[in-house]
């Protein structure tokens, strides 16, 4: 299922990558720092939910809350969770 989540906090705008149960693939950012996010989905392409959560979740980018790794923690788990919340009566 293709998903797109709006980022918050970010240079990034938003991002858009497949999620089959709980993998994570064909990751792409919109806008923000053009290394870093060339390099985030490369190196999580074909991990699940929970790996990208504990790898990248609560890093910061500077003076800021977030940051583009801490958006995609958020995205994959609200991706994840909403295939399965039809799955509950």
Do not use: W
């Not at 994570?24 to 923000?32: E, K």
């Not at 870093?36 to 979740?57: F, S």
Request: glycine share 8%.
């Amino acid at each position: 299922m293709k998903y797109i989540y709006k980022t918050k906090g970010t240079c990034s705008s938003s991002i858009e990558f497949d999620i089959n149960g709980d993998v994570v693939t064909n990751v792409v950012f919109q806008g923000g720092c053009d290394g870093n996010l060339k390099a985030i989905p490369k190196l999580v392409d074909g991990m699940t939910v929970d790996y990208i959560e504990k790898k990248v979740k609560g890093i910061k980018c500077g003076f800021k809350n977030t940051s583009c790794a801490d958006q995609l923690a958020s995205a994959v788990r609200e991706a994840y969770d909403s295939l399965h919340q039809t799955d509950t009566p």
